[in-house]
């Protein structure tokens, strides 16, 4: 079984070329934290806390994660998982509980920063991205919390027991190109023919 973490800064097109992946690959569950805690009920505790504005806790992050883990595992599917770990501790925890179940293939979009800003800046230009995108410090404050907290869960992964690392450099080029760079390794990784 593989789980693959689809990791990368804002803008790098983590959705992207997850929703792409998924479109070519029938056979993996897939996995959006924030859709999965956003889809919880009203009712649910978490919820509030969300409506808050207050960070979910880890545990109540882990539990729910497990449980959708563990459900595709009982179909037999692999797992895509878009938007964790966002940091080192949620890494360790993932590769911990589910390193001996899954290969792990990490795939780290590497963005630069003057980049991501591009992106984000293009997204508020058509009309798209996210609600907080047009406003310049919470774009500040998410482009700081990648830095300084995923950069390390990344990092960490790059030489953790028994995970695969791909990193893949995203250019300034159509979706197209560099979603041939990440199939490819993708494909590789997963020992699939390169067959189009």
Request: glycine residues 8%; positive net charge; hydrophobic residues 35%.
């Given at each position: 079984m593989k789980l693959i973490l689809m990791m990368g800064g804002q803008g790098s097109g983590k959705g992207t070329m997850s929703k792409k992946f998924l479109d070519e690959?029938?056979?993996?569950?897939?996995?959006?934290t924030g859709a999965l805690l956003r889809g919880l009920p009203d009712t649910s505790p978490i919820k509030k806390i969300m409506e808050r504005g207050e960070m979910v806790p880890d545990t109540d992050v882990f539990n729910l994660l497990k449980s959708k883990i563990e459900q595709y595992k009982s179909e037999n599917k692999n797992v895509l998982l878009d938007g964790f770990p966002r940091k080192k501790s949620q890494a360790e925890w993932l590769v911990k509980n589910f390193g001996g179940a899954f290969d792990t293939i990490v795939v780290y979009l590497n963005l630069p920063e003057s980049l991501m800003k591009?992106?984000?800046q293009n997204r508020i230009t058509m009309g798209g991205g996210r609600a907080d995108d047009a406003d310049a410090s919470a774009v500040r404050r998410r482009l700081d919390i990648f830095f300084n907290e995923t950069m390390?869960?990344?990092n960490w992964l790059k030489s953790a027991p028994g995970v695969k690392f791909l990193e893949i450099p995203i250019a300034?080029?159509?979706i197209e190109e560099n979603y041939a760079n990440v199939k490819n390794a993708l494909?590789?990784?997963?020992?699939?023919?390169?067959?189009?």
């Open positions: 690959n029938k056979n993996f569950g897939y996995i959006e591009k992106r984000i390390p869960a990344i300034d080029a159509p494909n590789v990784a997963l020992g699939q023919s390169n067959q189009h």
